[in-house]
């Protein structure tokens, strides 16, 4: 088996670290002898259930052992994972589901309270109408039903562990993008493009063996599946997982098992920051923060630095990426951390060209296009929308910075998000990065709206921390000191909480609907 496939890392990882803790999930702990030995198991259960290579595979649950042990034993089987947000609802499950030709999809009943194959519309005779491939649906803690078989039922069926062929170039998942524009697409990426980036992410960013990680982020996603479960098994390192952020348990968890590794998007540690009893824990086992750099104002960072981590990282990323362009070093001096999301991975090229499709001098903004081994295989059964995203190996990410003169990478923003005040061009995370400098100001999201004069002009809708208090013309006049005048928000909105993705990163797109 090639040592860059899924199943061969954690077969290395079992070998090295036996005794290991491997996860811990709630009261249950187990080793990487033991999870190897689930997987295996699991592997078989897939045999049993007439999954052949290539097949695909759905879960739709939140983080657990059992959506570790099965996303790796479909992997083991020469599956291909296609992980579905918790948050959906049916019709947008199904469109994954049905997209990708989904044979076998496990969910956990009653999570948030959902009855998730009800949304499916499941009925009398136990199918799923409209979804011809969906052969099985397991859940891992409710009774059998009508088209619903129990995980053990599943592992009861298990057949000779087979020995699968996997092969670098294999398609290891296809993740589908939030769609914030038409109907998602499936990304696919290969085992040997995601172990090869997250070697190089923990490379970059120091996560190592004896580390204990706490996996707060959604599995769904590239940054709880890939830069945590398959980032740890790569390196021996605990996983120690949450179901769902929850500030009081995360500050009992970080306590209780001694957590070195948090790694999550800015709102996790603005609420951390802001914590009532903060103070009460003994939070001194946290080494390394780990954010995304596209919404991260650069107080926030100096803050998390300041206050809970002694080391931060930031890095940047996207589905298309394989989840990861550039990181930021833990060598690196304070002011880069702070300002950009680092240089791009080893045997990664990014370029910021003009509209022209030209190269632009460093310091100058302009698009952000990717070009290396980590750029997905392309979108499921799209080859259109993959003609359009990448164009001679370059991916185009939709997104806009600059490079100063070390290769280090600044987001500006998202194309798509950016406004025009007047005939020139504002970038919502500039404008939030200086929100963000205010005192009162926990976190912000910035939009253009239309205005008769201008053609649009900002509007900010601002979360004030507890216990704060500012007024709409403080944060205004704020802004007018740091920014030009045509940036600065024309209106300011407090609100108790901010739309945001699974992932933390806030919907602009849903701010603008409030308009």
């Known amino acids: 088996m090639s040592e860059l496939t899924i199943p061969a890392v954690l077969a290395r990882a079992a070998g090295a670290f036996p005794d290991v803790e491997a996860v811990v999930d709630g009261d249950v702990r187990v080793t990487y002898a033991e999870l190897r030995a689930r997987v295996r198991e699991a592997a ?35 599956a291909t994972l296609v ?35 009800a949304m499916l519309g499941v009925d009398e005779a136990g199918t799923f109408p409209g979804l011809p491939d969906l052969e099985t649906v397991v859940t891992f803690n409710g009774p059998a039903r009508p088209g619903v078989i129990t995980w053990g039922e599943f592992i009861g069926k298990a057949a000779e562990v087979p ?36 070697e190089a ?62 790694p999550g998007p800015p709102t996790i540690y603005t609420s951390l920051l802001d914590a009532p009893g903060r103070g009460e824990h003994d ?35 996207l589905t298309e990426s394989s989840g990861t362009v550039t990181a930021c070093s833990v060598d690196d001096d304070d002011e880069t951390i702070a300002t950009t999301c680092g240089r791009p991975i080893a045997d990664v090229e990014v370029a910021i060209v003009d509209e022209k499709g030209e190269a632009v001098p460093a310091g100058t903004d302009g698009q952000v296009l990717v070009r290396g081994y980590n750029v997905m295989s392309g979108y499921l059964d799209d080859p259109e929308a993959t003609a359009a995203t ?35 061009n504002v970038y919502p995370a500039e404008v939030e990065d200086v929100l963000a400098r205010h005192a009162a100001v926990a976190e912000s999201g910035v939009v253009g709206v239309p205005d008769a004069r201008m053609g649009e002009v900002g509007r900010a809708y601002v979360k004030l921390r507890p216990g704060q208090s500012a007024t709409a013309e403080e944060l205004i006049a704020h802004c007018r000191e740091l920014l030009a005048n045509f940036k600065v928000p024309r209106e300011v909105v407090f609100v108790d909480d901010l739309p945001k993705t699974a992932s933390g990163k806030i919907r602009r797109v849903e701010l603008k609907e409030r308009t």
């Open 83 to 117: 992980p579905l947000n918790t948050r959906f609802k049916g019709d947008e499950a199904r469109w994954p589901l049905s997209k990708a030709r989904v044979k076998v999809l496990f969910v956990e009943d009653g999570f948030l309270d959902i009855d998730y194959p």
């Open 390 to 424: 990448v164009r001679d190996g370059w991916l185009d990410t939709g997104d806009r910075g600059r490079l100063d003169e070390r290769g280090n990478l600044t987001i500006t923003g998202r194309t798509k998000e950016m406004f025009v005040v007047g005939g020139f």
């Open 283 to 317: 939070l001194s086992s946290l080494r390394l923060a780990v954010t995304g750099a596209a919404d991260v104002p650069v107080a926030l960072v100096r803050r998390i630095r300041d206050e809970l981590f002694p080391q931060v990282v930031t890095a940047y990323g």
């Open 44 to 78: 078989g259960a897939f045999a049993g259930a007439g999954v052949a290579p290539g097949d695909r595979v759905a879960i739709w649950a939140p983080n657990s052992l059992s959506w570790i042990v099965t996303v790796l034993g479909a992997m083991e089987a020469g």
């Open 201 to 262: 992410w923990t490379g970059r960013t120091g996560v190592k063996a004896g580390d204990r990680y706490l996996i707060v982020n959604p599995m769904f996603h590239s940054f709880g599946y890939k830069a945590g479960v398959l980032a740890c098994v790569l390196k021996g390192a605990t996983m120690v997982l949450q179901r769902t952020f929850d500030v009081p348990e995360t500050l009992r968890l970080i306590e209780r098992e001694q957590i070195t590794v948090l």
């Open 163 to 198: 020995e699968v062929d996997v092969r670098p170039g294999d398609v290891a998942d296809i993740l589908f993008t939030s769609g914030t524009t038409g109907r998602p697409k499936g990304a696919m990426c290969t085992h040997e493009q995601n172990i090869r980036t997250y």
